[in-house]
Nanobody, 125 residues
Framework: VQLQAYGGGLVQAGDSLRLSCAAS????????IGWFRQAPGKEREFVAA????????YYADSVKGRFTISRDNAKATVYLQMTSLKPVDTAVYYC???????????????????WGQGTLVTVSS
């Protein structure tokens, strides 16, 4: 699976932004697509994930209620709609794909086999 993330940019606190992750290369059945982020000097952290089959979604507590992950089957694209952005959301955002992930590893970076390039989101105060 090849993944391409895009949509980052510079926004102000309180603004919204939508990231996209376009997938290609193989069918996404039984895959989970996740979004992770990494701020300068910090470890990569889980943001959200969606199971391609069934559409079950998962969120980190820090973004629950503000971020929404969704998918478009026809376009093989996963979106991360981010609202009420805060300066602490500033990071490089990565999308990743993992096959057959059980819940215990779905929120961990090590569970994912394929990674896209990052897209930078900067939220100014």
């Amino acid at each position: 699976v090849q993944l391409q993330a895009y949509g980052g940019g510079l926004v102000q606190a309180g603004d919204s932004l939508r990231l996209s992750c376009a997938a290609s290369g193989r069918t996404l059945s039984n895959y989970a697509i996740g979004w992770f982020r990494q701020a300068p000097g910090k470890e990569r952290e889980f943001v959200a994930a969606i199971r391609w089959t069934g559409g079950t979604t998962y969120y980190a507590d820090s973004v629950k209620g503000r971020f929404t992950i969704s998918r478009d089957n026809a376009k093989a694209t996963v979106y991360l709609q981010m609202t009420s952005l805060k300066p602490v959301d500033t990071a490089v955002y990565y999308c990743a794909g993992g096959w057959g992930l059980i819940l215990s590893v779905l929120t961990t970076a090590r569970g994912y086999q394929f990674w896209g390039q990052g897209t930078l989101v900067t939220v100014s105060s």
